[in-house]
């Protein structure tokens, strides 16, 4: 399996990027274009009887969402694509911890029945994505399961939110962004 590719991009589609390395030319599906043209890519690989797919993030929160995402029955590749084209991890892991259907929603692709499916599916999956995947129960700050949603562990979460506004007084979108800017990960704006 591909878990990553570092390259040189020399091809861009609506879609997708080619990456040359080492001489080989990897096409890479990407929720958004990268910026610049050395990348290094955290990639998904698909395998099926009549296609092999990569699917790149360029961070791991965004390819350990993508790979919750898929978990769910009815959601492929493509729909998980979608979700991170027109919004950004956090909003995704907000909209799902919150129950915010409407927000799953606006992907092409995923309409209010899938969106509904995801929240049902992986609201409370998401204390288990977490560092030590032993299925911690869930969460009551919505803030914190979209952080552990987004690969934190449970007290890095809580230690990131303290420098967050309060639960009550800011959106779950805007604690979960304060929360990223203080620990220093960085922002993926939205396709």
């Known amino acids: ?84 084209t027109t919004s950004r991890p956090a909003d995704i892991a907000a909209a799902i911890a919150s129950g915010d259907a409407a927000a799953l929603a606006r992907a092409p692709g995923v309409g209010k029945k899938t969106a509904e499916r995801l929240i049902v599916d992986l609201k409370g999956k998401m204390g288990r994505v977490g560092g030590d995947g032993l299925g911690a129960p869930p969460m009551d700050d919505d803030a914190q399961a979209a952080l552990v949603a987004l690969g934190y562990t449970a007290s890095e979460a809580a230690t990131a939110l303290r420098n967050a506004p309060p639960k009550g007084r800011a959106t779950t979108e805007d604690r979960v962004s304060a929360a990223l800017r203080a620990a220093g990960r960085p922002l993926v704006a939205g396709g």
């Open 1 to 84: 399996m591909i878990g990553a590719v570092r390259g040189r991009i020399i091809a861009r589609g609506t879609d997708h990027v080619v990456v040359e390395a080492n001489g080989v030319g990897y096409k890479v599906f990407v929720p958004r274009h990268p910026s610049r043209d050395e990348v290094l890519l955290h990639t998904h690989h698909v395998v099926r009887d009549d296609d092999q797919s990569l699917y790149g993030f360029e961070t791991r929160d965004e390819l350990v969402l993508f790979e919750m995402l898929i978990t769910v029955s009815g959601v492929g590749p493509k729909a998980g694509m979608a979700l991170l």
